[in-house]
Structures are given as structure tokens and as C-alpha cells.
């Protein structure tokens, strides 16, 4: 917490200022999130919700492909040296993302025709625009 003297129109008084250091890895993931919902809405996907949360993990995105519903895992990094983005989603985070869009749809009331598990991958270079893979149907 920071405390900054104020002066305004009509009041004066002390700021308060909470400061939170980010880590590094939460802005990309971050960005990550932003490029890969930017492309399933040009892929023509509804993006209906975003880092949703329950007590056995997160869903990043959660998007309509037509009559399907698609859990979407994203994955960013700054670099393939050490392996590209999708090589992080291993048997068992896509066996919890299925656990995970099986509560979705209960916590939802919807009821979709069909569930698919999809991964979006975002390689952010040093330079120039971000290289975005959209794997269907992963798990």
C-alpha cells in the first residue's frame, strides 16, 4: 500500500494505492487469453465466458462453435525452445479440462448438442505478430 497526498476540486485528503506486482508469465498468459479469443471470434466462435473458476480448476475459454460447445485451453509462450505451447496440455490437464466442461454445463442449465475440448496455442515472438495454432477436438 502506497499513501499519496490528494488535492482535488473539493476534497483533500490522503490516496491510498494498493500496488500488485504481475508476474511476467501472467501478462503473456494474459495476452495470450486476448489473441486467442480474438481468433475464435473471427473464426466465427461466441465466446460466452472467460477464465471461469470453479474448486477443480479454470476454464480460459468457454465458446459456441454452432450447436457445440468448445472448452478452450490456452496456451502462450514466448518462445519453442522449450517446446511449443500445446505440448503443455498432457493427459491429464485434458482429462480435468473434460471434468472441468462436464461442470460447466451442469453450473450453466445449457444443453449442448456436443462438448469438444479445443487448444489454442500462441507463440508470442520478440518481433512481429503472434503465431496462433487452433487444435479441435484434443481430448
Not at 500488485?20 to 487469453?33: I, L, M, Q, S
Not at 465458446?63 to 478452450?72: E, I, K, N, Y
Not at 485434458?94 to 472441468?100: G, H, N, P
Request: net charge positive; glycine share 8%; hydrophobic share 45%.
Amino acid at each position: 500500500m502506497i499513501a499519496l497526498p490528494y488535492a482535488g476540486a473539493r476534497h483533500r485528503g490522503t490516496l491510498v494505492v494498493e500496488v500488485v506486482a504481475v508476474a511476467a508469465k501472467d501478462t503473456v498468459g494474459r495476452y495470450g487469453e486476448d489473441v486467442a479469443a480474438r481468433h475464435l471470434a473471427e473464426q466465427g466462435f461466441v465466446v460466452l465466458q472467460r477464465n471461469w473458476r470453479c474448486e477443480l480448476g479454470e476454464i480460459d475459454i468457454v465458446a459456441r462453435d454452432g450447436s457445440c460447445l468448445v472448452v478452450c485451453e490456452v496456451k502462450t509462450r514466448r518462445s519453442s525452445v522449450c517446446g511449443y505451447p500445446v505440448e503443455a496440455v498432457t493427459a491429464r490437464k485434458a482429462a480435468r479440462l473434460r471434468r472441468l466442461a462436464a461442470r460447466w454445463v451442469v453450473e450453466s442449465g445449457l444443453h449442448p448438442v456436443d462438448v469438444r475440448i479445443d487448444v489454442v496455442s500462441v507463440l508470442r515472438p520478440p518481433r512481429g505478430a503472434a503465431v496462433v495454432e487452433h487444435l479441435r477436438a484434443v481430448a
